[in-house]
T-cell receptor, first 113, second 116 residues
Framework: EPEVTQTPSHQVTQMGQEVILRCVPISNHLYFYWYRQILGQKVEFLVSFYNNEISEKSEIFDDQFSVERPDGSNFTLKIRSTKLEDSAMYFC???????????FGPGTRLTVL | AQSVTQLDSQVPVFEEAPVELRCNYSSSVSVYLFWYVQYPNQGLQLLLKYLSGSTLVKGINGFEAEFNKSQTSFHLRKPSVHISDTAEYFCAVSVNYGGSQGNLIFGKGTKLSVKP
């Protein structure tokens, strides 16, 4: 069964450093998403991406964040200058047009020291 | 704006007992409803969904949920739980934009702990 994959599974970085989280959505999906879950808190929407542009973003997704689909398979989330409060589990998800639910990846745990 | 409330942060039950995990939502527009399960150190897996039609929906692993529009609830139930059901369960909604879907809004999650 096709699945969303994410790399790395765990990323440790120093405050102020740039990180790129990578995702490979399911191949025929057209909508892509990033969510995050700070430890002990709810899963929060960050951004959705369709047709090579951001379709919606939350207030969390400020200028420090960016997303890109650099080729036909990868979908990346970049945090330009990480802060301690960016420490969280980041989930990538994808959706096929016409479907009403999202397929989630296993997540990348980002730890900012 | 939409919101989801999961009143119970933790639910301990004994194996083979029934369980109900509660979810209430708030929305002024039509929504789709979902339950996701997160096993330890894993991602989110769709358990079941309500899109339209019958208000009783059945999902994987013997779970079911009932959409109650008047009470704005979507409680998750299982008649007999197993140790392997130990996980965190998330209720989520998305706005029904006349056929297309908004992003998911999650509740805080309920940790189900099944004891032998």
């Amino acid at each position: 069964e096709p699945e969303v994959t994410q790399t790395p599974s765990h990323q440790v970085t120093q405050m102020g450093q740039e990180v790129i989280l990578r995702c490979v959505p399911i191949s025929n999906h057209l909508y892509f998403y990033w969510y995050r879950q700070i430890l002990g808190q709810k899963v929060e929407f960050l951004v959705s991406f369709y047709n090579n542009e951001i379709s919606e973003k939350s207030e969390i997704f400020d200028d420090q964040f960016s997303v890109e689909r650099p080729d036909g398979s990868n979908f990346t989330l970049k945090i330009r200058s990480t802060k301690l409060e960016d420490s969280a589990m980041y989930f990538c998800a994808s959706n096929l047009a016409g479907k009403r639910y999202e397929f989630f990846g296993p997540g990348t745990r980002l730890t900012v020291l | 704006a939409q919101s989801v409330t999961q009143l119970d942060s933790q639910v301990p039950v004994f194996e083979e007992a029934p369980v109900e995990l509660r979810c209430n939502y708030s929305s002024s527009v039509s929504v789709y409803l979902f339950w996701y399960v997160q096993y330890p150190n894993q991602g989110l897996q769709l358990l079941l969904k309500y899109l339209s039609g019958s208000t009783l929906v059945k999902g994987i692993n013997g779970f079911e949920a009932e959409f109650n529009k008047s009470q704005t609830s979507f409680h998750l139930r299982k008649p007999s739980v197993h140790i392997s059901d130990t996980a965190e369960y998330f209720c989520a909604v998305s706005v029904n934009y006349g056929g297309s879907q908004g992003n998911l809004i999650f509740g805080k999650g309920t940790k189900l702990s099944v004891k032998p």
